[in-house]
Nanobody
């Protein structure tokens, strides 16, 4: 059974930092693409950042470039999202997701999802 368990969310002031973790199990971790998505109230879910667990290549949404860093630890089957210089508009539920294929295989949908973790940034 595939499981993705997020942790690390919380309340932080604008300008602060948080690190999210996603612990994965039930699939071959080092041959997947993992991503972080977020959904704010009343808004559509958006992709934030992606990483290939095979070669570590990454991609970011323009809104978080230079502030967020995605990384992985294949020995721990865990992906991280370091979020710095947080803004109130970063407030959302953050989800970890996984799919097979390379980072560039964007046509492959993410079919495994975690339960989400709340991030709230106060002004």
């Amino acid at each position: 059974e595939v499981q993705l368990v997020e942790s690390g969310g919380g309340l932080v002031q604008a300008g602060g930092s948080l690190r999210l973790s996603c612990a994965a199990s039930g699939f071959t971790f080092d041959d997947y693409t993992l991503g972080w998505f977020r959904q704010a109230p009343g808004k559509e879910r958006e992709g934030v950042s992606y990483i290939s667990t095979r070669d570590g290549s990454t991609d970011y949404a323009d809104s978080v470039k230079g502030r967020f860093t995605i990384s992985r630890d294949n020995a721990k089957n865990t992906v991280y999202l370091q979020m710095n210089s947080l803004k109130p508009e970063d407030t959302a539920v953050y989800y970890c997701a996984a799919r097979s294929g390379r980072l560039s295989d964007s046509r492959i949908e993410f079919n495994y999802w975690g339960q989400g973790t709340q991030v709230t940034v106060s002004s």
